[in-house]
């Protein structure tokens, strides 16, 4: 039992010195690295040499796209990569060590930063350690939340489409001293923004489409201004309307549909439907509103979907005047219009047989000119005045009333009289013979007078309701033309607007992993 735990005991010594003795080579190897080095130097054997920087960029998280302040936010890794030959040492010399890691404020860096930052913070999130070769070749890879401009195209939101650009560049160093490049890896340049599958975190809003990554040389400057070369990573992102279209487009085409219902309302109820379609109008500013406060406050364009909002109000009004003028119609009366033939034949007889209608006019209705005014009397007038004749003229037959005619006191003679050719020869007649008679002709000539004026009074009344009636239902089919067709068109221009198939145009190269 002594001897085991002896020899335990001699194990556990003989382990522990191994690791001091690798970490003090460590330490002597870092020691022996950094003894006469300065960070503020350039990892170059003559001035006129460059530094090979090359970058690459992971993205793990597109976090959103602020569409108000055209701002991006990413979550990223930042690999730079880079040769310091002061750095380098032979493995043999130092029990094999081959990498080492050192804190990032004590080595040469070539000042990478992000151009385009919105925030004005030009660093990265937390400032990892370096990885050291044996060779001097040199990794750093920082992680960084990144907010970047974005410039926002909102001509066809939310049907939309965006390219925004995150552009590194040396802050101090030109294109003499430092040279940036893509990085390279297995001898192929990775000219794409990497996106780690198990690492990366979908985003609800935006759909990545393109990630092209190019080293750009601007020729307005010269390679001494800091300007001149710059590596950009492209995100080319379509928005996923589905969060619109049910939130916002599919609301206010329902509440919109409402004020072409209310045609089916009668042509009286003015009232009624404009406040159907007052209240549409102010439903539709409230989306108005809505959108207006999601968009960028430019007038370079107008949104896609603020289009819609624009047209579906104007239907609207339109249908609000409209029905202005079909009350205006259906409330005239004979005591402030007068119906042209010309309204009637239009409105009554064409515009009917238009819409698969029967003509809503008598085609036995005559016109007739009394004194310079007009009377208009239906057939159905004319038969009770041939009944009223009839009538009056059946008393002629002497021989059916003879007992009657004596009993009241009539003789052959004042009867024999009576000229009934006609029913104004009759009326003198009876008003020599009988005036009692005649007056009660006369009650019963004003009765009938009066409600032949009533009929006549009325029935404009009615040719006036059913000329609104007619407006309402050539406007109603107007109008769900006008709807329908203008929905269509107008989304229909959204769906065609698809991402290009490659990234940059005149190029066929899409800048993926093959």
Known sequence: ????????????????????????????????LFKGYSKNIRPVLHPEDKVEVQIKLTLTNLISLNVKEE???????????????????????????????????????????????????????????????????????????????????ITYFPFDYQNCTLAFRSQTYSANEVSLILAVESDKTIEWVDIDPQAFTENGEWAIVHRPARRMINTRYSPDDLEYQIITFNLIIKRKPLFYIINIILPCSLISLLVVLAYFLPAQAGGQKLTVSISVLLAQTVFLILIAQKVPETSLSVPLIGKYLIFVMSVTTLIATNQIVVLNFSLRSPNTHTMSPTIKHVFLEMVPRFLGMSPLIDDNEVTAEVNGLRERHRSSFGL?????????????????????????????????????????????????????????????NFIAESTRQQNNFGSEIESWVLIGKMIDKVCFWAAILLFIIGTVWIFLTGHFNQAPEFPFPGENKKYLPS
């Open 1 to 32: 039992m002594a001897v085991c735990s002896f020899g335990i005991f001699f194990g556990l010594v003989t382990i522990l010195g191994t690791l001091q003795v690798q970490c003090n080579e460590e330490s002597q190897l870092i020691s022996n």
């Open 384 to 444: 009770m005045q041939r009944a009223e004749e009839y009538v009056l003229k059946q008393p002629r037959s002497e021989m059916m009333f003879d007992k009657q005619r004596e009993k009241h006191g009539l003789t052959r003679s004042i009867v024999d009289a009576i000229d009934v050719s006609s029913t104004a020869n009759l009326y003198k007649s009876l008003g020599q013979a009988a005036p009692e008679i005649k007056q009660c002709v006369d009650a019963c």
């Open 71 to 153: 701002t991006l936010t990413t979550n990223v890794w930042l690999q730079i990569q880079w040769s310091d030959y002061r750095l380098a040492w032979n493995t043999s010399d130092y029990y094999g060590i081959g990498i080492i890691r050192v804190p990032y404020n004590i080595v040469w860096l070539p000042d990478i930063v992000l151009e385009n930052n919105i925030d004005g913070n030009f660093d990265v999130a937390y400032y990892a350690n370096v990885l050291i070769e044996n060779t001097g070749f040199m990794t750093w890879l920082p992680p960084a939340i990144y907010r970047s401009t974005c410039a926002i195209e």
